[in-house]
């Protein structure tokens, strides 16, 4: 049921979330810098001798920011909410909140099969509950905006990337050497979307 109200305030809190999501993931790089002061390392060494915890950071940094921009594009379009996008909207929110935690792995155990896939998962789980989101508004008209409703190609776009999650999470634990190389499956997402756009006008 639809409550016919401003969505901002869910908006707010999702962004303060967010934020603070995306503040964590550097905590394990400060943490370093004492540990190499400990352990006689010159600054340089800071960096050089910690580049998977660098890796991990960064490469979450842009997940996190692309998750944000296609959530907060999203929301545009949203002129109330119901109980059911809320709930998909907390388990986006469960997802950022998570991914830290496997980025901070990424920095210790790196190519370790089974934290690829915790990584990878939890990025496809994101990406399904923005899907999810995007369904129940297709479901209840009166969740969208009248003037400016979701396009249809949101919902293409986030179907398609996780599909493509999916099949990089199945790729990353049957051939461990590719993991977090998988992801560049993601690429192959505009394509696709052209594709089905073409043959489904």
């Known amino acids: 049921m639809a409550i016919p109200r401003d969505p901002d305030r869910l908006v707010f809190f999702t962004d303060a979330v967010v934020a603070i999501a995306i503040t964590l993931l550097v905590l394990p790089l400060v943490d370093v810098v004492p540990e190499a002061e400990r352990n006689g390392q010159s600054a340089t060494e800071v960096i050089t001798e910690h580049k998977p915890e660098i890796f991990g950071f960064l490469l979450s940094f842009a997940v996190i920011t692309r998750l944000w921009l296609a959530h907060h594009e999203f929301f545009r ?3 109330a909410y119901s109980g059911r996008l ?10 950022v909140i998570v991914l830290p935690f496997p980025t901070a792995m990424v920095g210790v155990y790196g190519d370790d099969r089974f934290t690829a896939a915790f990584y990878i998962a939890t990025i496809f789980l994101a990406v399904a509950f923005q899907a999810a989101m995007e369904l129940v508004v297709r479901a209840d008209p009166d969740l969208a905006s009248e003037s400016n409703p979701p396009p249809r190609e949101a919902l293409t776009g986030s179907t398609t990337a996780a599909a493509l999650l999916a099949l990089a999470l199945v790729l990353a634990l049957a051939i461990p050497a590719l993991n977090y190389w998988t992801l560049l499956l993601l690429f192959l997402s505009s394509a696709i979307e052209k594709a089905w756009q073409r043959h489904h006008p």
Not at 86 to 95: D, E, H, P, Y
């Open 77 to 79: 379009h949203i002129r």
């Open 86 to 95: 809320i709930l998909c909207n907390i388990g986006w929110i469960l997802t």
